[in-house]
């Protein structure tokens, strides 16, 4: 792969420029496999509609088209859900879950890594994250009879938002 620089000019992070070193889509870490891609989550609706509203060009325009998108304010009823399963972004700082690189969380890292963008240090404690995330899987499927999407909705769109395909267990 030939390698590439991205330049960001948003309003949180003003001017932001990192290098692609990956295939888009491939050459994960061992173990990571995240059941949905950026473009699936973002048409099956997730953080309220509210999340990459205003870093649209940085990422492939395929990206948004379908997408559940609100340029206001988040709207929980764009969710696949239709529940709100996330924390204000204040609160993720709170916790020392932002990395500087990274000022939206989570998902602005899950979109740059499969962009293919790689940072060692910051990939495993995201991916360690990811990780843990998956007893919620276990959860959903002890109390849960399969199929029924009616189902601890809220614990399946947080699910959804870390690239698990609740929707499937």
Known sequence: M???TVTVNDRMQKRYSYELSARLGRDFAPGFEPELTPKQMLRLGVFGGK????TRKEFPASWFAGAKL???RRDASLNFF???AS???SEWRKKGWIHRDDPRGWFQWYCRYYM???LPEEDERQIKRWRAIRRHVAQVKHHCEPGNLTCRPRQRQA???WAYDSRKI
């Open 2 to 4: 030939r390698r590439r």
């Open 51 to 54: 999340y990459m509203t205003d």
């Open 70 to 72: 609100s340029p206001d």
């Open 82 to 84: 239709g529940v709100d």
């Open 87 to 89: 924390q204000p972004l």
């Open 116 to 118: 293919g963008r790689r």
């Open 159 to 161: 699910l959804l938002q």
